[in-house]
């Protein structure tokens, strides 16, 4: 599955505009080209793939003319998509997910479910019977969760582990990195792929595309 979603980052990006001498070179070493003139000659450097899934996420770059998964700080080519609030201050990660049973409020996860999503929507009304924490509404009436007596967007939530994915990243590529592809669900709106741009942009990322994820 993670070498799927990373080859179908890979060839949504690379598209016929790259030439084929130029393929078979690392994914950070040649400008991505985008779906206006304009805006490929502006894009250069390092572009990471992201499956901001649900459960559990990933970064991938190019190795050659194949997708690397890259290896978190633990060891794992997969980061639970879990963010925690604690007396020490905010954990992304597996860290956060360890300690979730002792601090199951203030630990948010699965929040994909909610991005783009109102608070009135009955889809939201269903996770709210069965979540451990707080689903309020936010901002024009948007599902937000409340953590830590703070009160979070689910693109603010998705951008913290959009951040863990970028600093693995620069971890393995030793420097940093700006620009990223992400995949969503195929059934997201607009609204949904809108709300997850919001995420990378908060994370410092500038996503030249949102992907379905592979099938």
Not at 101 to 125: C, Q, S
Not at 182 to 209: C, E, H, M, W
Request: aromatic share 6%; hydrophobic share 40%; proline share 5%.
């Amino acid at each position: 599955m993670m070498r799927a979603a990373a080859s179908s980052l890979w060839k949504s990006t690379t598209l016929s505009a790259v030439p084929a001498r130029s393929r078979a070179l690392p994914f950070s070493r040649y400008p991505l080209f985008s779906t206006t003139a304009s805006r490929a000659e502006k894009i250069s450097g390092d572009v990471i793939g992201v499956d901001l899934g649900t459960t559990n996420s990933c970064v991938a770059v190019m190795e050659g003319a194949a997708p690397r998964v890259i290896e978190n700080s633990e060891g794992a080519r997969t980061t639970p998509s879990v963010v925690a609030f604690t007396d020490s201050g905010r954990i992304v990660g597996v860290a956060a997910k360890r300690q979730a049973v002792t601090n199951a409020a203030n630990t948010l996860f699965a929040t994909k479910r909610l991005i783009g999503r109102k608070f009135d929507d009955p889809e939201v009304k269903k996770i709210m019977s069965t979540c451990p924490f707080k689903i309020v509404s936010g901002d024009g009436g948007d599902a937000w969760v409340e953590a830590a007596g703070q009160k979070l967007s689910p693109s603010q939530v998705g951008s913290m582990v959009l951040t863990k994915m970028k600093e693995t990243a620069e971890s393995f590529l030793n420097r940093p990195v700006k620009h990223a592809v992400v995949t969503v669900p195929a059934y997201f709106n607009d609204s949904q792929r809108q709300a997850t741009k919001d995420a990378g942009r908060i994370a410092g990322l500038d996503v030249l595309r949102i992907i379905n994820e592979p099938t």
